[in-house]
C-alpha cells in the first residue's frame, strides 16, 4: 500500500488547471512555427478512422498513427477524426505524412481561427466553429478544422466533450441516406451541415430566453434584468464572429472549380448556404431586439423616475397653500383678528382640507393624476 508522505495525512494539493497558450507567445517567431494556441486539455488525444464503401462500413479508434493509413484504400472513403491538439507532435506526424502545409497546420493549432476556407490543389483545408450551449446565457466554442481530399477527410477537433457529427456516424455505420454512395466532398458537406443545424439549437435557446426576458422587461424590470441584456448582448457579439464568416466560407466552397469538389455536390452546399444566411438573419434579428429592449428597459425606467416624481411634486404643491397658511398663524404679531375667535382653529382646518380637496380635484381634471 502506497503511503501518504505530506504531513497530517492531507491528500496532495491538486494539480493546476492546465495554461491556456496565448497568441502573444508566438510572436517574433518564423511562420509555420507550431504552437498549439487555445485552452491546454488535460484529456487524451483520441483518433478514430471510418472507412467506408457503399456496402460495409468499418469504424476503429486506433492507437498508433501510422495504423490510420492502412486504410487509405483508393476505392473506399476514409474519414479520420481527431480529438484533441495539445499534442503538437502527432498533429505534425498526421500532417507530414498527409502532405499538409505547414502553414495549415498551423492554423489548426490556432484555436483562434476564423471560419475560411482555402484550396491547396491536392486538398481543401476548411475551419469553422462548433457551437455548445452552456447554463445561463453561454455559448461554447470548438474549432473544427477539415482536410479534403481526393478520398478522405480529416477532422481536427480541439477536444471538447461531444460534439456534433455523431448522426453522421450513424448514417455512415447505418447505410442511411445517400452518404456511402457519395465522395469524400459530400462527408465533408455533410459534417459542416451538421455543425450549422446545431447553430439553430443554440439560437432557438436564445431566442427562448429573449422572450422570457422581453416579459420581464416589460412588466417587472430590475437590475438584474440590466445585466441579463448585457450578457445576452455579449453572446451575440460573440456568435455574430463565429456565424458572420460562415457566408463567405460557404460562398467560395459553392462556387469553386476544384475538381475536389463535384457538381453533383454543389447543390448541396447551396442549401447549406442558405441555412447559413438564415443563422445570420436569426442572429442579426436577435441583435437589434436586445438593442430594442435596452432601450424599453431605459424608457421604463425613466418613467418610473417620472411617476415618482409626479407623485412627490403633487403632494408638494398641495402642502405649499396649507404651509403657507399654517406660517401665517404662526406669526408672534400680538393683535391678530382670529386669535380671539372661539371657531378659529376648527376654521383653519376646514379651510386647508377644503384647499388640499380643490387641488386634487383641479390636477384630476388636468389629468395630472
Not at 97 to 112: A, F, K, M, S
Not at 252 to 258: I, V
Not at 273 to 296: E, F, K, N, P
Amino acid at each position: 500500500m502506497r503511503k501518504n508522505h505530506h504531513s497530517g495525512g492531507q491528500p496532495p494539493p491538486a494539480p493546476a488547471p492546465p495554461r491556456a497558450t496565448k497568441r502573444s507567445e508566438k510572436a517574433g517567431l518564423p511562420p509555420g512555427t507550431l504552437i498549439h494556441i487555445g485552452e491546454k486539455s488535460d484529456r487524451e488525444i483520441t483518433i478514430t478512422v471510418i472507412d467506408y464503401t457503399a456496402d460495409n462500413a468499418e469504424e476503429k479508434e486506433i492507437t498508433a498513427l501510422n495504423e490510420c493509413f492502412y486504410f487509405m484504400d483508393a476505392s473506399a472513403i476514409t474519414w479520420i477524426n481527431v480529438e484533441g491538439l495539445h499534442e503538437v507532435e502527432l498533429v505534425q506526424q498526421l500532417g507530414d505524412c498527409q502532405g499538409i502545409h505547414p502553414l495549415v497546420l498551423e492554423d489548426i493549432l490556432n484555436t483562434e481561427q476564423r471560419p475560411k476556407a482555402e484550396d491547396f490543389g491536392d486538398y481543401l483545408f476548411i475551419v469553422l466553429k462548433m457551437l455548445r450551449p452552456r447554463q445561463g446565457f453561454e455559448i461554447a466554442t470548438e474549432q473544427v478544422s477539415l482536410i479534403l481530399g481526393e478520398n478522405f477527410v480529416i477532422s481536427f477537433q480541439e477536444g471538447l466533450a461531444g460534439d456534433a457529427f455523431n448522426p453522421i456516424r450513424e448514417r455512415i455505420k447505418g447505410g442511411k441516406g445517400r452518404i456511402r454512395t457519395m465522395g469524400a466532398d459530400y462527408l465533408a458537406y455533410s459534417l459542416i451541415d451538421a455543425v450549422i443545424d446545431d447553430y439553430f439549437v443554440a439560437l432557438e435557446k436564445i431566442g427562448e430566453e429573449i422572450e422570457e426576458l422581453e416579459v420581464e422587461v416589460v412588466t417587472s424590470p430590475t437590475r438584474e434584468t440590466q445585466r441579463k441584456i448585457h450578457r445576452l448582448k455579449r453572446t451575440m457579439i460573440f456568435l455574430r464572429k463565429a456565424v458572420w464568416p460562415l457566408r463567405e466560407m460557404i460562398g467560395s466552397l459553392e462556387r469553386r472549380d476544384s475538381p475536389l469538389i463535384r457538381e453533383a455536390t454543389i447543390v448541396y452546399f447551396r442549401d447549406v448556404y442558405d441555412h447559413t444566411v438564415q443563422a445570420i438573419d436569426t442572429v442579426d434579428t436577435y441583435r437589434d431586439m436586445l438593442s430594442g429592449m435596452l432601450d424599453v428597459y431605459l424608457t421604463s425606467l425613466s418613467n418610473r423616475t417620472n411617476e415618482v416624481m409626479k407623485v412627490l411634486t403633487i403632494i408638494a404643491t398641495i402642502f405649499m397653500p396649507l404651509t403657507f397658511i399654517v406660517g401665517l398663524y404662526g406669526i408672534n404679531f400680538k393683535y391678530m383678528p382670529e386669535l380671539e375667535w372661539h371657531w378659529g382653529y376648527p376654521a383653519v382646518l376646514a379651510l386647508m382640507v377644503v384647499i388640499s380637496i380643490a387641488m386634487v380635484i383641479f390636477f384630476r381634471r388636468k389629468k395630472w393624476l
